[in-house]
């Protein structure tokens, strides 16, 4: 079992950028392929971006392909999600996950953090 602390959420202008990170403890972090969702109230949570235990593989939303770039450490046990050129429309609660399976941003995450609120202002 792995548990998940996300941090770094926060007010950005539109334009601007933040980092999310994700600190990872309990079971071998490289273990897991990881992923970040997000969710605004009313809408259904969305993938955001995933990667590859490894991180040699990463998948992106259209929504953010080109802006958001997901990383991981597997050294310091955390994931990564620098979001650039940030739009209103990014605001939501942002969630990272783990699973001991396939990396990807489609089925099931099976550990989930609190979430971390990002807002950004147009």
């Known amino acids: 079992q792995v548990q998940l602390v996300e941090s770094g959420g926060g007010l950005a202008p539109a334009g601007g950028s933040l980092r999310l990170s994700c600190a990872a403890s309990?079971?071998?972090?490289?273990?897991?392929?990881m992923a970040w969702f997000r969710q605004t109230p009313g809408k259904e949570r969305e993938a955001v971006a995933a990667?590859?235990?490894?991180?040699?593989?990463?998948y992106y939303a259209n929504s953010v392909k080109g802006r958001f770039i997901i990383s991981r450490d597997n050294a310091k046990s955390t994931l990564y999600l620098q979001m650039n050129s940030l739009t209103p429309e990014d605001t939501a609660v942002y969630y990272c996950a783990a699973r001991s399976t396939r990396s990807g941003l489609t089925g099931q995450y099976d550990y989930w953090g609190q979430g971390t609120q990002v807002t950004v202002s147009s």
């Open positions: 990667i590859s235990w490894g991180g040699g593989a990463t």
């Open positions: 309990g079971r071998t972090f490289s273990a897991y392929a």
